[in-house]
């Protein structure tokens, strides 16, 4: 099977993309995945990184980019198109996958048009314009919250969560990293979150007196790395932070952290339940129809997290917060055991079985793999000391004259 996923931008959209991938290709040696984006997103460095093929094309946002960049994007939008059918034609895939971000919309709207079976998958609660339009044309929308359901039609919906990468998947079986410590993590997104790191520094005014107890990661992005390094230095808390630009390994990060203070982000929230970790979340304000904040609601009626508004907390209150959750251990399994309980571990192989039944039914068991020149009943190469694993580490499952799926 080869699955094509169009999209990325920023982490919410292309990481769980690449936990797909990584849940199609251990499934069969021959199994295949190509990502389509662009080259100003965050596909461009993590895609090649994580050993899968990357076709660009040159889509561009619409919505809040001013009339220059409006009309940038629209005068794009036919290249684009044609663009997408290129790759669609070159690389012959079985399945066409949408993430969100700028090279989704052609790229799965091309697909649909050229008969080969799409799916999108809408990771947030209120989906954006661009999922709303392609439902209308793909087989399958993939859900992560039951309120998005009503945007599409029911007959098309799955409900099976956001894909979480593998390394992340480890925490659903970890236990805690032991640790003297109250261990906190903060975050905002890939990009980072210059309210979230304000608001931090200003907290530790109000936690000098338990600084030796604690124990900070904060992921600032590129843009507030250095000044929220000094900013824990002038508060005398460089010996118990760890301030880093970008966190390579978020699994480590995860295990580590007894309360997380981040972003309300799909994706992020999805790694939270399947953590199991207890939150205090700060919704991006300036989200598009503000659906972080629907998002971080729904693990707010669980009583998996807190949740306050950007404009409405100081410094002393988050502070104050971050007080009471260290103070109160039950409190905060309480709503660890919550979070778990919203968790989907098994997102990517639910996706992935609809997927391999989108083929089967379009194409037959071995998919296009003749018209791409491929033998459609590969057998399974010969162990080698000098063998490779597939692209994002996993294993290669036994089978002998399987089929691609």
Do not use: W
């Not at 005398?236 to 970008?246: C, H, I, L, R």
């Not at 919203?342 to 996706?351: H, N, Q």
């Amino acid at each position: 099977m080869k699955v094509l996923i169009a999209g990325g931008g920023t982490g919410g959209h292309l990481y769980p993309g690449i936990a797909l991938a990584e849940e199609v290709v251990t499934r069969h040696h021959a199994n295949q995945v190509v990502f389509v984006g662009t080259e100003r997103g965050l596909e461009a460095r993590v895609v090649p990184r994580e050993g899968y093929p990357l076709e660009t094309i040159r889509a561009q946002g619409l919505k809040g980019k001013g009339l220059l960049g409006l009309i940038k994007g629209l005068l794009a939008l036919p290249m684009s198109f044609i663009e997408s059918i290129r790759i669609l034609q070159r690389q012959k895939p079985d399945v066409v996958v949408g993430v969100g971000g700028y090279a989704s919309g052609p790229v799965v709207l091309a697909a649909a048009l050229m008969g080969i079976p799409t799916a999108v998958q809408e990771q947030n609660a209120l989906p954006g314009l661009t999922n709303k339009v392609l439902g209308k044309f793909v087989r399958v929308v993939f859900t992560a919250f039951e309120d998005a359901a009503h945007f599409f039609p029911s007959r098309k919906v799955q409900l099976v969560g956001n894909p979480i990468r593998r390394k992340l998947m480890e925490n659903f079986l970890r236990s805690r990293v032991a640790h003297e410590k109250f261990s906190l993590l903060v975050f905002g997104g890939s990009l980072g979150a210059r309210g979230i790191n304000q608001r931090m520094i200003d907290a530790l005014d109000h936690l000098q007196d338990i600084k030796e107890q604690l124990h900070i990661v904060h992921q600032t992005g590129k843009n507030d790395l250095e000044t929220v390094r000094k900013g824990y230095a002038d508060k005398g808390f460089e010996a118990q932070a760890q301030v880093v630009e970008y966190i390579e390994d978020m699994s480590s990060a995860y295990a580590k952290a007894e309360l997380v203070v981040c972003r309300a982000g799909a994706t992020t929230l999805s790694e939270l339940t399947v953590a199991k970790k207890a939150s205090i979340l700060i919704p991006f304000p300036f989200a598009t129809d503000n659906h972080q904040e629907v998002n971080a609601q729904a693990l707010v009626k669980a009583g998996a997290a807190l949740m306050f508004r950007e404009s409405e907390l100081t410094g002393q209150q988050l502070a104050a917060e971050i007080r009471r959750l260290k103070d109160d251990p039950e409190k905060r399994r309480q709503m660890e055991k919550k979070a778990g309980l919203l968790g989907r571990p098994e997102a990517a192989k639910e996706l992935a079985d609809v997927l391999v039944d989108l083929m089967v039914k379009t194409y037959g068991p071995s998919g296009r793999a003749e018209a791409r020149g491929e033998d459609p009943n590969p057998k399974k190469p010969k162990k080698s000391n000098g063998g490779e694993k597939p692209p994002g580490g996993g294993e290669t499952q036994a089978g002998g004259n399987e089929k691609q799926v």
